[in-house]
């Protein structure tokens, strides 16, 4: 059965004007085998805070309970400044693990409820508290490019995600129901991958952190902080422990707490170009103590392999964090699994940081037990990142996509 091209009401072959809003329908005679294709069942389109079911009869918008982002850190602060009021470790580090934990649970609650509200009709849905109903008839502009839907109302635009195969659907329907309101575009091509900009990024933080270093290593002090940093230093040595498990747990927890403090979006960077300052005074610390140039030390330091891997994680888990802000363009279908679902992939990500972390630790205490055999870790380094790169890399691009 044919539709009104204006209103996307049903008509009969034999009606000459369509009975809910007059329009004309004698170009539609004859023309039963280019019928657009059904919006049954509803087009899902989602954004960051709801889900939109685009049908026949007009557009669902559902609200996705309350914004993730928000509860998550809301909770990951209140669990991670109680735990270090109880236990006196770092609040902000505590509180961006638990937001890290608590992210995949929120997700899935999430994704639960919208699976038991898109099984409703329609008319069930549409009846649901917070549900809003937007018929065709308010919707001023829509266009659809790639799997990317925008869309303008009276309240403003509205940007959300689509399957491709959805896009075709709704490419082929819409412009029956609005007319010259609706407009397919062209998918804007990207000169980049997402894995290529994740790896641009985190060479730049690279980088920034890098040059951050060696100029605060090379660089006089300021008036007293030649004092500062030694207690600092001083302070640092005297609790790594004498076990190897203790010097490693020492490192390790430092590292840690850095990655967590530099994946907070934007004030992790700065943090990060801080944390760089605050290595390169402590280096020239070590130089003066000891008698050495602090540009000597830092030839040895990035001749080992430690100096790489650790300094490596930490733009890596400034990138991610910058990541998990920009990866709210998922369809309903990608938010519907929890391995394709933004949080857990964020979680999962920060889960490889660390472990990266521990294995720089690792390589920080036993180097200089080695003395010049410490170069010989170069091998192993080289080749697990090597396997690592090529083993992972079609899953790295994929979850990045």
Known sequence: MPYCPKCGKEVLDTDQFCLNCGQNLERLHGQAESVPSSLV???????????????????????????????????????????????????????????????PIIGEVRARRLAGLVRLSYEELASKAGVQAIPWSSIELMRVGGRKLVFKTGSGWVSSTIETSDAERLGNRAPSIL?????????????????????????????????????????????????????????????????????????????IQVALYGFVPGLGSFFLAFAS?????????????????????????????????????????????????????????????????????????????ALILAIAATLEVSEPSLGLGALLLWVPVLMGAIYAFMKLRSRIAAALS
Do not use: C
Not at 65 to 89: E, K, N, Q, S, Y
Not at 223 to 235: K, L
Not at 305 to 312: D, S
């Open 41 to 103: 069942p509803p087009v899902p389109a989602t954004n960051t805070s709801n889900l939109y079911l685009i049908g026949e009869q007009g557009l669902l918008k559902v609200g996705t309970w309350l914004p993730m982002v928000a509860l998550t850190i809301a909770l990951g602060t209140f669990l991670g400044l109680t735990l270090a009021i109880i236990t006196g470790l770092n609040g902000i580090a505590l509180s961006v693990v638990f937001s890290l934990i608590i992210a």
């Open 179 to 255: 007319g010259e309101r609706f407009a397919k575009t062209p998918e804007q091509p990207s000169h980049f991958s997402p894995l290529t900009k994740f790896l641009l990024l985190t060479a730049i933080i690279l980088a920034v952190s890098e040059l951050t270093l060696a100029a605060a290593s090379l660089s006089p002090f300021f008036a007293g902080e030649q004092g500062h940093y030694t207690t600092i230093y001083n302070s640092t040595e005297a609790s790594l422990g004498s076990t190897f498990y203790q010097q490693w747990w020492s490192v390790f927890q430092n590292n």
């Open 277 to 353: 300052y605050n290595t390169g005074r402590i280096i020239q610390v070590i130089g003066v103590l000891n008698h050495v140039s602090p540009s000597d030390i830092l030839f040895v330091l990035y001749v080992l392999p430690h100096t790489w891997v650790e300094e490596l994680s930490y733009p890596l888990a400034a990138a991610l964090g910058y990541y998990s802000f920009t990866w709210r363009h998922q369809s309903y279908a990608e938010f519907s699994n929890w391995k394709t679902r933004a949080s857990t992939k964020v979680t999962l990500g920060f889960a490889i940081v």
